[in-house]
Nanobody
């Protein structure tokens, strides 16, 4: 079992920044991928960024490249999504996901609202 707890969401003005955190606990071992997804009501979840523990390879959706950065604090088993130059269209519930082979776990989500 893996538990994921997101934090750091909130209300921010356009152009502002937020840092989301995903604290992972439980069976954290081996090679796995952490992804940050976002979802608007009625929409599918969209993969925003991911990091793989094999070499630390990262990937980003085109819509956030150059603005968002995913990172990892290995000793703390905590993963971050630094979001800069936020836009109103970044407004969504953001979810952390842990994926390893057939293991697939989700956090509860954190709301990000970008509005003036």
């Amino acid at each position: 079992q893996v538990q994921l707890v997101e934090s750091g969401g909130g209300l921010v003005q356009p152009g502002g920044s937020l840092r989301l955190s995903c604290a992972a606990s439980g069976s954290i071992f081996g090679i796995y991928t952490i992804g940050w997804y976002r979802q608007l009501p009625g929409n599918q979840r969209e993969l925003v960024a991911s990091i793989n523990t094999l070499g630390g390879r990262t990937s980003y959706a085109d819509s956030v490249k150059g603005r968002f950065t995913i990172s990892r604090d290995r000793p703390k088993n905590t993963f971050y999504l630094q979001m800069n130059s936020l836009k109103p269209e970044d407004t969504a519930v953001y979810y952390c996901n842990f994926r390893r082979s057939t293991d697939d776990y989700w956090g509860q989500g954190t709301q990000v609202t970008v509005s003036s």
